[in-house]
Each structure stands twice: as C-alpha cells, then as structure tokens.
C-alpha cells in the first residue's frame, strides 16, 4: 500500500482556478446535506432513477436488450438476470 506524505501540500503553491473549484465543492457539500436532511425521499428516488438509467445506458454498451419494466425489477433487485 502507498502511503502519501501530506507535509508536502503546504509547500505547494496552489493556483487560484484551484482554490476556487476546492470552495465550490466544499459549498456544493454543504447543500448536498442540506438536500439529504430535508428530502431524504425526493434524493432516494433520484438515486434510484440514476441507478436505473446508469444501467440502461450500460446495457446499450453491451448489447443488451430488455424492457424498462425488466430494467426497474432488475435494478430493483426483485428478479434475477436470465441467461440467454
């Protein structure tokens, strides 16, 4: 296993397009626990979209061929895949 010596980031000179895109991410962080606090059930069903479209499209990579209710069983873990 590598181990990284963090000593050597405050020698660094960082660039300002750098520091930049570490404080929006670090805001976007901030609103994304917001987001989970607030609607749990609103981000639970967005997961689950994703997931599903994330699967579609990894299909169609592949090759494969199935319907959207097959797709959401699949995803949803309420069947097994078949072999063909």
């Not at 917001?34 to 479209?53: D, G, S, Y």
């Not at 592949?62 to 069947?79: A, P, S």
């Amino acid at each position: 296993m590598r181990n990284f010596d963090y000593s050597k980031l405050a020698q660094i000179t960082w660039d300002m397009e750098i520091i930049n895109y570490l404080s929006k991410i670090y805001e976007c962080k901030g609103w994304q626990n917001l987001f989970i606090r607030q609607k749990p059930v609103e981000l639970t069903r967005m997961v689950e979209i994703a997931k599903i479209q994330s699967t579609e499209a990894s299909n169609k990579i592949e090759g494969i061929v199935t319907t959207n209710t097959r797709m959401r069983q699949l995803v949803e873990e309420k069947t097994t895949p078949r072999k063909s």
